[in-house]
C-alpha cells in the first residue's frame, strides 16, 4: 500500500513557475513508476508526465519543454517543476503510483494522491 500527498500547487501569473511535490509513504517507493495528471473542471483527466524506476521520462505534448518531472528516492518523493505556466495549465494536479512499467493511461494507475490546485491567471 502507498500513500501518496502532493503539495506546492497555488496562483501564479502567466509566465511564472510551481514546482509540485508528491510525498510518498513506505519503503518501497523506488520500485514505483510515478506519474502526474490533471483535470480542468469540466474536461476529463489527463496525462502530463511520468517517470520510471530508473528515471525514463514521459511528457505529453502540450507541457513539453516547460515541465519536468524527477524523484528522490531517499526521500520518497516525486517533483513536477512547472515553467512558463499557462493559464490553460489551470487544473488540480495528481500524482500517481504504479508497479511495471509507466504508462499514460490513468487507469494502470494503482495509488493516487488527493490532489493540489494549480491556478494560472493571464
Known amino acids: 500500500q502507498v500513500q501518496l500527498v502532493e503539495s506546492g500547487g497555488g496562483l501564479v501569473q502567466a509566465g511564472g513557475s510551481l514546482r509540485l511535490s508528491c510525498a510518498a509513504s513506505?519503503?518501497?517507493?523506488?520500485?514505483?513508476?510515478m506519474g502526474w495528471f490533471r483535470q480542468a473542471p469540466g474536461k476529463e483527466r489527463e496525462f502530463v508526465t511520468a517517470?520510471?524506476?530508473?528515471?525514463?521520462?514521459k511528457y505529453a505534448d502540450s507541457v513539453k519543454g516547460r515541465f519536468t518531472i524527477s524523484r528522490d528516492n531517499a526521500k520518497n518523493t516525486v517533483y513536477l517543476q512547472m515553467n512558463s505556466l499557462k493559464p490553460e495549465d489551470t487544473a488540480a494536479y495528481y500524482c500517481?503510483?504504479?508497479?511495471?512499467?509507466?504508462?499514460?493511461?490513468?487507469?494502470?494507475?494503482?495509488?493516487w494522491g488527493q490532489g493540489t490546485q494549480v491556478i494560472v491567471s493571464s
Open positions: 513506505g519503503r518501497t517507493f523506488s520500485r514505483y513508476a
Open positions: 517517470i520510471s524506476q530508473n528515471t525514463r521520462t
Open positions: 500517481a503510483a504504479k508497479v511495471g512499467i509507466t504508462t499514460t493511461s490513468g487507469y494502470e494507475y494503482d495509488y
